[in-house]
Each structure stands twice: as structure tokens, then as C-alpha cells.
């Protein structure tokens, strides 16, 4: 017996559906694309709150922004007219 996926949302059936149609592929090869692709856009990402706390403990609450850009910045001069 192979293995089944069960998803009791309409909205998933019917959409899985009108891909494979319109693709000209199966259900299955829809889903398991599908999963693929957002397992791909979303590996190795952390939640939102974990970042910023992560960038809070890191960096602190404060940052004196005017030091850093002063520290990189670089002069240049305006283009000759």
C-alpha cells in the first residue's frame, strides 16, 4: 500500500486540483512540488521574535547610529560642471 496524505480543507482539494489540471500533472506531483518549494523559501529561517531577540542581546537597545556612519563614511567630491 502506498503512502496517503489526508487534508480535510476544501479549499486545499480544490486548488491541488485545478493546478494538476491546468499543470497537466498529478495531484500528487502538485503537492509535493508545492512542499518543496516552501520547505526551500522557509529552511534554515527563525521566527521574527527570535531574530530581534537575538539582535537585542547582541547589539542592545541602543545603537549610535551618527559613530557608525561616520566610521565608514568616506568623502567624495561633487562631479565637475
Not at 500528487?28 to 530581534?52: C, M, N, T, W
Amino acid at each position: 500500500m502506498k503512502p496517503q496524505l489526508s487534508v480535510r480543507s476544501e479549499k486545499a482539494r480544490e486548488l491541488a486540483h485545478r493546478l494538476a489540471r491546468r499543470e497537466q500533472r498529478t495531484v500528487a506531483s502538485i503537492v509535493e512540488r508545492a512542499l518543496e518549494e516552501y520547505e526551500a523559501r522557509h529552511a534554515g529561517k527563525q521566527p521574527a521574535a527570535d531574530f530581534y531577540r537575538t539582535l537585542q542581546a547582541e547589539c542592545g537597545t541602543e545603537s549610535d547610529l551618527d559613530a557608525l556612519l561616520d566610521e565608514h563614511r568616506t568623502p567624495h567630491t561633487a562631479p565637475r560642471l
